[in-house]
């Protein structure tokens, strides 16, 4: 009968094999803690240091973009009013400056002389000092003279005397201190009236001052041998009789009893005897009623 093998079945060979292994693999262990404690680990670059590296190496890199983009500068003649954007970009004006220049211009916005081009918001004193000597607007507008200045209300025409009974409220409203309102009275008493035969009846025209009648008798004339219009005083009704200003109702009444009574007026001594007019109203009536039938 075989006896059981002490130390779970292994020989004294295989433990010291055993043994030896667990030693050579300690010793690794420790080792491997030594390098691990004492010698820092070079840590990978993640995405993020990958991004502030390509940052520095833009920054180092010399930047030729700007190169690119510098537009070459033309100096020449130039009016601020009206170049182009092609020009304002030779005279090195930026795109930017050159939009704000035409958004100027097309708010009716102009240059009258040279320093004016100073006021165009956010341009540089260098480039300004640049192209001041082409640019051709005067150093300074020419003083005003009184000889050459434009006045500011017109001129009124020089003022001739007209024919009253033919002038309209526009001839009337010309005439000094007769406005529309005094034009518009003039003319519908002159109506009414059937036109002046003596310069003594424009005081007749309710409300004119003493300047404003001067004034129709300076400009209103009464041409020599002018007729006015005239009614039928044996045809005209009560009614057409009273508009007359020259009569009142109880005179056009007065006229028209008489004549209804005793027939057609013949004479203006018929017309005394109606006893509606005195002689100096039938003086001052006769040039505008007629006694035809």
């Known amino acids: 009968m075989e006896h059981p093998r002490p130390y779970l079945g292994m020989s004294a060979r295989e433990r010291r094999g055993v043994l030896l292994f667990l030693l050579i693999s300690m010793v690794a262990w420790g080792l491997w803690a030594l390098i691990t404690t004492f010698i820092p680990r070079q840590a990978t670059p993640g995405k993020a240091d990958w991004g502030k590296i390509d940052s520095l190496n833009a920054l180092l890199e010399p930047d030729t973009t700007e190169q ?3 537009h070459p500068l033309r100096l020449h003649p130039f009016d601020p009013n009206t170049e182009d954007s ?3 970009l030779d005279l090195g004006f930026d795109p930017r400056l050159a939009h704000r220049l035409l958004s100027y211009r097309r708010h009716k916005g102009v240059f009258r002389i040279k320093k004016h081009l100073g006021r165009l918001y956010g341009i540089d004193s260098v480039l300004l000092a640049s192209i001041q000597p082409y640019n051709i607007l005067p ?3 020419p003083r005003r003279s009184y000889a050459n200045r434009i006045p500011l209300y017109p001129q009124r025409p020089t003022l001739l005397p007209s024919d009253i009974n033919e002038a309209d409220t526009t001839i009337l409203n010309t005439w000094p201190t007769i406005g529309i309102a005094t034009a518009k009275r003039v003319w519908a ?3 009414r009236l059937g036109g002046f035969v003596d310069t003594a009846q424009y ?3 309710w409300g004119l001052s003493t300047e404003q009648v001067q004034a129709l008798k300076q400009y209103g004339l009464i041409p020599e041998g002018s007729q006015p ?3 039928f005083l044996n045809r005209a009704v009560e ?3 009273r508009q007359h200003p020259y009569l009142n109702y109880k005179q056009a009444k007065l006229l028209c009893a008489y004549r209804a009574q005793y027939g ?3 004479s203006w001594d018929e017309v005394l005897r109606a006893k509606a007019l005195t002689p100096k109203e039938i003086e001052r009536l006769r040039p505008y009623f007629s006694l035809e039938y």
């Open 68 to 70: 690119e983009s510098i």
């Open 264 to 266: 057609p007026y013949k």
């Open 86 to 88: 092609a020009g304002l």
């Open 189 to 191: 008493y002159r109506q």
């Open 203 to 205: 005081q007749e025209v």
């Open 229 to 231: 219009s005239r009614l």
């Open 139 to 141: 150093d300074s507008l």
């Open 239 to 241: 009614s057409q009789l």
